[in-house]
DNA sequence: TTTACTGCAAATATTTTGCAATATC
DNA sequence: GATATTGCAAAATATTTGCAGTAAA
């Protein structure tokens, strides 16, 4: 779980980023970062947007798209393109310790701990590349999905 | 490789799940699979455009993108979404044999054979999911970027 | 002969860009 | 005070959709 303490880390990961790299500490920066260790697991633009408005402070797309860019180089987002056009992010800190189902039926997107030896067998091959985190995507058809087409097939 | 035995075998399985949907075998979506079994790797919709132009054989864009989604739907090609909006498809054939190594800085990808033992992890979890194929990315610095950030700090 | 498929153009969806106003350093 | 960042709107990019003509079954 993602708790205020773990909360502040990330704050200052991000403050550290922000000095490193002559960036602006803006209050937009900020409040975005929070909402977004909030969030459970993935989200989209819609939803962030959506949660901001919820929270009565108004950002623009544009201000989201340069925020969600920053945090990305700055390795605390990561984004990822499952199946759709819609860009889907989460905080590194969640993505590292899982890896996604997504279901090519339903596209829904699920995820399960990931295999330990996994990081390990990536670390590996430090020589040929600096790998930073990784993700794996298996595709197949979810529960929900399977049990429906079991029953489908029962009725025939 | 993919060499023409594989092409052939390619094309059945095509065949065979036109014919299990009830859609039609046209000239155009034969045309297509040929055009994407001679790709080596990765390629895009306007990869894919160019190719068939040059062959004097004219595609459009919109049977281009409903080709891919029925390949899709097949199995017979994967769709990636990397990092940039433009998709990134390539035969599953060869998708199964490797892991993708997405660089942060140029944004270039790689492959690199996958770890034999994960396929068999994967298929460890058939109890909640039934997978059908897997997607492992990889990000951080290519060998490239990171030479290149080595001779910058070496020049402070 | 029926209707799925194709091509074109228009519509939609997502992200990026230009620029004036504003706020951080 | 210099300039990075913001918000808005417009542009750019990628994909989907509507529809009339064509071709597979």
Do not use: W
């Amino acid at each position: 779980m993602i708790d205020n303490k773990i909360n502040k880390e990330i704050r200052d990961i991000f403050s550290a980023y922000l000095t490193e790299k002559k960036l602006r500490k803006t209050e937009e920066r900020y409040t975005i970062l929070d909402e977004i260790c909030a969030f459970s697991g993935h989200f989209d633009i819609y939803m962030l947007h959506q949660k901001l408005k919820d929270t009565k402070y108004h950002v623009s797309k544009a201000t989201l798209y340069n925020t969600l860019e920053v945090l990305t180089d700055a390795g605390i987002v990561i984004r990822h393109q499952f199946n759709s056009q819609l860009a889907q992010y989460e905080l590194r800190k969640k993505a590292e310790i899982h890896m996604h189902f997504v279901c090519t039926h339903c596209h829904s997107v699920s995820e399960v701990k990931n295999p330990p030896f996994l990081q390990g067998s990536i670390n590996a091959l430090k020589n040929r590349f600096t790998p930073e985190y990784f993700s794996l995507c298996v595709y197949g058809m979810c529960g929900k999905c399977r049990n429906k087409e079991q029953k489908k097939s029962q009725k025939k």
